[in-house]
């Protein structure tokens, strides 16, 4: 059985089938629908080419309401088994603070008062159960204001309702607000350094189609290693990967070497020596033993 190569040496129906793209979402559209234009578009290149390749999946990571735009990475093909990885890392918006009344002189002491553990109810339209709960605003800045607005900078856990907490920052300005324009700019580990809007990622396709020319597309779409970034590593040997695609675990005499931070409990990406990606798992035994279990298997991917 044929393992991935290395991420950087991928021929283009291979990286379409295993990438991710991060995409700059327009307003309008919802996320659910913008990744079902790339899976589509995706699909009839592939069937254009002639590839040996097919896609029939895409995923989009946290979903941004049709109005709200900015950093969409949207997973292709196998690279939806790795959406789990996106729950983990912080998520950064810019928004505008749209004040009921003139803006205090203080409103930058009583914003940087939001830093820390908040409380949160999920709104009535949300998917998830509406309990009070936790969320954690890692910053919380200021980046302009004038009377009645303020643009802020917020760096908050995933899962943080920012139209909940702009409300709640009018109650404490004493104006009352509500949220204005909305752009994410970052969700861990992409940011707005390289967005690619859906017409580049068209245009990169057509170009592979009428030219022959990849290179656009390797410019546009990631491998889909990218998503791992931040999360520990265990490189296992190719005769592990291969015990792996059939559903084994990783056992210790597969294991080359972990990082320091692959501890017990922690969700951890188990690579092949050339850094392409086999599993996410979670190890349950000591990476430098002799013998045993070292990963337990969450989500095959090869």
């Known amino acids: 059985m044929a393992l991935r190569g290395p991420p950087e040496d991928r021929p ?6 295993f990438g991710v793209v991060n995409l ?3 307003p309008g559209p919802s996320s659910h629908q913008v990744s079902g234009w790339l899976r589509d578009a995706v699909a009839e290149t592939l069937a254009e080419r002639g590839a040996d390749a097919t896609i029939d999946r895409a995923a989009h990571a946290g979903t941004l309401d049709p109005k709200v735009t900015g950093c969409l990475p ?3 093909g196998d690279a939806t088994r790795l959406a789990q990885v996106f729950l983990e890392g912080p998520k950064e918006y810019v928004t505008v603070l749209e004040c009921h009344a003139p803006v205090p002189s203080d409103a930058e002491s009583v914003v940087a008062a939001f830093e820390g553990p908040i409380y949160q109810k999920p709104p009535r339209k949300s998917a998830v159960a509406r309990r009070l709960r936790v969320r954690e605003i890692y910053d919380l800045e200021v980046l302009e204001r004038d009377s009645r607005r303020l643009l802020l900078r917020i760096r908050c856990e995933s899962g943080t309702y920012v139209r909940k907490l702009c409300h709640d920052l009018g109650l404490a300005l004493g104006t009352g607000a509500h949220m204005g324009h909305l752009r994410r700019t970052a969700t861990t580990p992409f940011d707005d350094t390289d967005l690619h809007s859906a017409h580049e990622f068209l245009d990169a396709l057509s170009f592979w189609i009428e030219d022959d020319d990849p290179e656009p597309l390797f410019e546009v779409v990631d491998p889909a290693e990218r998503i791992l970034e931040g999360i520990p590593r265990v490189v296992i040997a190719e005769s592990a990967a291969r015990e792996v695609a059939t559903g084994a675990p990783v056992y210790a005499p597969g294991v080359l070497e972990a990082d320091d931070a692959a501890d017990h409990g922690e969700l951890v990406a188990c ?5 392409a990606a086999v599993c996410l798992g ?5 990476p430098d033993a002799d013998e ?3 990963v337990d298997l969450e989500r095959v991917l090869v």
Do not use: N
């Open 12 to 17: 283009p129906a291979e990286l379409l089938t």
């Open 24 to 26: 700059d979402k327009p």
């Open 74 to 76: 949207v997973m292709l």
């Open 271 to 275: 690579v092949t020596p050339d850094e």
């Open 282 to 286: 979670e190890v349950v035994g000591d």
């Open 292 to 294: 045993g279990v070292v």
